[in-house]
């Protein structure tokens, strides 16, 4: 139950001059859920995307047994690993259902996950034929995983679901969650809203200026004080 | 009345070449962030390819067909040759490229076939008329409405029933999020290319038929009004595309018919000013995005 | 793969592209022409070689006629030279740079041929690349010749060193409504364009002169060169009253194929009158629909007569018949430099631009060709043809009294 799905060794990510991440290690456990914190600019996004393949990055990346480092997004994608993006980025002038039918694999068979997932997103049901720009944001939140969850991934990178949201419709999100959760899928959660995502989450590493500060047990950070002063004293 | 309905016919028939011509440069422009300039060529390779068919005395069915498909083959060998090779370079290195490209088939039309137009003979039972109603419509414009109209439908069948359709739709919102659907770029870079030259086959078709030769740079007014199509209707939509086409063919031929003779000479720069206009109220065009998302 | 940035980013490309194009325009345009008419005058009849710089589109848009011209010329020079040269000693150099169809390359052009010393300057077959060549030929006091830009205000807008081996546009003109008038027709449509001097003018000297006849214009037609389609012009025309019984047109191809089969295809059946730009095999391929057209020309294509020589020399050298005849035009162009170079006597620019000045009589394949006493356009036969069975087939020739020609005006 606990094999190690994702590694990252000495990952460095660079903008020109500027390095955005510098040597980061990471590891993910088969169904484990685990928080990526930091304040803006501390390289979380960054570390998604270089995993998925959206950007270049220096050190290796290992995902269930198999070195991608370097490999194609469409390749990553296809063994297991998918993204949600910041900022949802649907198509928005594309149908929920073919937001969620291009999330699928070209010849795959999806009717049975699509059918599974929209029974989890009931509201979605409504919404299928209309075009995705004109949701809500916490629909087009739900929407985005759920697109993300068509490749069928064993593990899901999701970037800020709460962003932008009303309280009750975060609620929500992490209900969703919370509930493919159950289902075995391995999660890693870049979040701003530090409690909430370290309620929920197994383990978290904290990064600050493209470095990992701290890491440890999600319970042990949350009663952190170097996490209160960092994050809680002077955010929001 | 007979003014009306042979002024809606001529901007059907206009309108539908152009909105062709600009749903290729747009399907490009979706995966490439690319203005293709060598789209006009394609429509010029397309003709030629015509005419050769036409005089080793093929069908002239079966002669438009290759000629379409050879618009499509040799929009995807662009690709390969000229464009793969600088797929990551800034966008102007792209636009130059396609620049390159577009002067080298012209002189190599000039230099290998003939710097003059050559005479395209298409049946004579499309150079008639029909009377419907009071008016005389073209076998030709016929044609072109009819072809036309059935692409568009097949293009709308296209875009919105199947896995690449959606693709391209997607690649016209966000490039890169189609690459996290597990989309291969340069397959759908490659599929966005031959789309586009078969689209520009079936309008360099429907071109060439109308004006009954073909020359080397005979590609270039189309692309220019093409371009002007896909600006009006929003860079890289697909929907602005047809939508645009119509606009600027309803424009020109309203301008063409009831402009008064001496100031008719001004007739492009009317048109010009009046898509200026409406680049001024829709600055991203009628259908474009109206805000950018952020890098 | 960079993620593009929309229509901004397209926009500024478009900016910095056009800046770039006005840059290299306003360069070529500074191009400061270093004069070259004082090159070494030999003593009068000592052999020397005269310089022919070409300026001509061997690319682009007036292609078609440029090129065939060259042609013909180049036949002409490897014949010369071949003999020894004109007179047996005046050996024939030609130095041909393109000028790509553009206005401003043709200046660029014309400067760096200026600049080598050339006796006399070609320029392209159409007026406006002409006027930017012919400008620097000019001001460095050489002789330059339109391949055969038709348009007269070519060497009015120019000066007195610009020639055109042409006959005027209002000479040609005058002959196709003297032609109508004949013909008993009545009521004329005209079909312009305003994007070349040519295409713009030739309507207004054919009103001029058929009016004066007694005909009446009932309707003047303007067309983009390129456009889509001539449907909306067929449909003015079908509303016309009283319909015209003939329709002059100047333009040529690809305008022209496309103007008369959607006239035809509407059931139009006026008869049609067209100038020398239609003088190509596109037009008598067009079969059916241009039966009956008729139009101006320098001379009717043909294998036979005078011309049956030329066809021969010509498949020779470039192993194909020629197919229009601006082949014959280029091979005159190098006569009338022959007889101009006898006349001379001399490589000089000066003294050739004396001698083209007061040129009689030179021997061309079509018929004679002068300059002294005109306006700088070539006084030459005009060929009236009609398309007969897909063939060009010789209506008459004329030279029009100058007096009753329409006047040119800048």
């Not at chain 1, 799905?5 to 859920?33: C, M, Q, W």
């Not at chain 1, 063994?79 to 291009?102: C, D, I, K, Q, Y």
Request: proline share 4%.
């Amino acid at each position: 139950m606990s094999n190690t799905l994702l590694t990252t060794t000495d990952l460095s990510i660079s903008y020109g001059a500027v390095k955005a991440v510098r040597g980061s290690n990471l590891e993910v456990k088969e169904g484990e859920v685990v928080a990526l914190l930091g304040p803006n600019g501390a390289g979380k996004s960054s570390t998604l995307r270089a995993i998925v393949g959206l950007i270049k990055s220096q050190g290796a990346v290992n995902f269930a047994g198999q070195d991608i480092t370097g490999a194609p997004t469409e390749r990553i994608v296809s063994l297991g690993l998918s993204l949600v993006p910041e900022g949802r980025r649907l198509f928005p002038h594309l149908t929920v259902r073919e937001n969620l039918m291009l999330g699928a694999p070209r010849k795959a068979k999806s009717d049975d996950l699509f059918d599974d997932l929209l029974n989890r997103l009931p509201i979605l049901r409504e919404r299928l034929q209309q075009v995705s720009g004109t949701l809500s944001g916490g629909e087009q939140q739900q929407v985005a995983i759920a697109r993300a969850l068509m490749s069928r991934p064993k593990l899901l990178l999701i970037d800020e679901p709460s962003l932008g949201l009303a309280p009750t419709i975060v609620d929500a999100v992490y209900q969703l969650l919370s509930d493919l959760r159950k289902t075995g899928l391995a999660m890693v959660i870049v979040e701003q809203e530090v409690m909430r995502v370290l309620k929920f989450a197994d383990r978290a590493y904290a990064m600050s200026t493209g470095e990992i500060a701290l890491e440890g047990l999600a319970a042990d950070l949350r009663t952190s004080d170097e996490v209160k002063k960092v994050y809680l004293g002077g955010a929001e | 009345m007979d003014a009306l309905i042979s002024y809606l016919v001529n901007v059907i028939s206009l309108g539908g070449t152009y909105a062709l011509l600009a749903l290729g440069l747009a399907v490009i422009f979706s995966v490439l962030g690319l203005i293709n300039f060598a789209h006009g060529e394609l429509m010029t390779l397309t003709g030629y390819v015509l005419l050769a068919g036409i005089l080793t005395g093929q069908p002239f069915w079966l002669a438009v067909f290759v000629a379409v498909i050879a618009g499509g083959i040799s929009a995807a060998l662009m690709e390969f040759a000229a464009f793969r090779p600088v797929r990551n370079a800034s966008g102007a290195t792209l636009l130059m490229t396609s620049f390159a490209v577009s002067m080298l088939l012209q002189v190599l039309f000039q230099n290998g076939i003939s710097p003059r137009g050559q005479a395209v003979p298409v049946p004579t039972w499309l150079t008639t008329s029909l009377s419907i109603g009071n008016s005389q419509i073209s076998k030709v414009q016929i044609m072109s409405i009819t072809v036309g109209v059935l692409a568009l439908l097949a293009l709308k069948f296209f875009f919105d029933r199947s896995y690449w359709g959606w693709a391209i739709r997607a690649a016209a919102d966000d490039f890169e999020i189609v690459g996290l659907m597990g989309v291969k770029a340069s397959r759908l870079i490659s599929f966005a290319f031959l789309l586009s030259g078969l689209l520009a086959g079936v309008a360099g078709v429907l071109w060439v038929i109308q004006r009954g030769s073909v020359d080397p740079l005979m590609g270039f007014k189309p692309v220019l009004a093409a371009f002007i199509v896909a600006v009006i209707g929003g860079l890289g939509s697909l929907t602005g595309a047809v939508a645009g086409g119509f606009i600027l063919s309803a424009i020109e031929i309203a301008l063409q018919t009831w402009l008064p003779p001496n100031v008719m000479p001004y007739r492009d720069a009317i048109t010009y000013t009046i898509v200026v206009i409406i680049l001024s109220i829709f600055p991203n065009g009628i259908f474009g995005k109206r805000t950018q998302e952020k890098v | 793969m960079q993620r593009k940035s929309g229509p901004s980013k397209v926009t500024k490309m478009a900016v910095s592209l056009s800046a770039i194009m006005l840059l290299s325009a306003c360069a070529s345009g500074d191009g400061e022409a270093t004069a070259s008419g004082e090159a070494t005058a030999p003593a009068a009849g000592a052999a020397c070689t005269v310089k022919v710089g070409v300026a001509g589109s061997q690319t682009g848009g007036l292609a078609y006629i440029d090129v065939p011209n060259l042609e013909g010329f180049e036949l002409w020079a490897e014949q010369v030279n071949a003999a020894g040269g004109v007179d047996g000693k005046f050996t024939i150099e030609t130095v041909v740079k393109d000028t790509r169809s553009d206005a401003a390359q043709s200046a660029t052009v014309a400067a760096e041929l200026v600049a080598e010393e050339i006796s006399i300057l070609i320029t392209p077959g159409d007026a406006d690349p002409s006027i930017a060549a012919g400008q620097l030929a000019q001001d460095a006091g050489i002789a330059a010749v339109s391949w055969f830009g038709s348009s007269p205000i070519l060497p009015l807008a120019v000066g007195d060193h610009m020639f055109s081996n042409a006959f005027g546009d209002n000479t040609q003109a005058k002959v196709l409504a003297d032609h109508a008038t004949e013909m008993g027709y009545k009521n004329a449509y005209t079909l312009g364009s305003p994007d070349s001097a040519y295409t713009n003018l030739l309507p207004g000297y054919f009103k001029e002169a058929f009016e004066a006849n007694g005909g009446k214009v009932v309707g003047e037609g303007t067309f983009s060169m390129g456009q889509a389609s001539f449907s909306v012009i067929v449909d003015e025309i079908k509303a016309l009253s009283p319909a015209p019984d003939v329709i002059m047109t100047p333009a040529y191809e690809p305008d022209f194929p496309t103007f008369i089969k959607a006239l035809r295809g509407a059931g139009i059946t006026a008869a049609v009158l067209g100038t020398d730009g239609i003088d190509s095999p596109t037009t008598l391929a067009l079969a059916d629909i241009a039966e009956g057209v008729t139009y101006t020309t320098a001379g009717v294509l043909k294998n036979e007569g005078a011309m049956s020589t030329f066809f021969t020399d010509y498949n020779g050298k470039y192993g194909k018949d020629p197919e229009t005849i601006y082949a014959v035009t280029g091979y005159e162009l190098g006569l009338t430099l022959d007889a101009v170079v006898k006349q001379a006597q001399s490589c000089d620019a000066d003294a050739i631009w004396q001698a083209w000045s007061n040129l009689e009589g030179a021997q061309g394949i079509t018929g004679a060709i002068s300059y002294k006493g005109g306006d700088r356009m070539a006084i030459r036969e005009v060929a009236l043809v009609e398309i007969k069975n897909s063939e060009r087939s010789l209506v008459g020739t004329f030279s029009p009294d100058p007096a009753t020609v329409p006047k040119a005006q800048l």
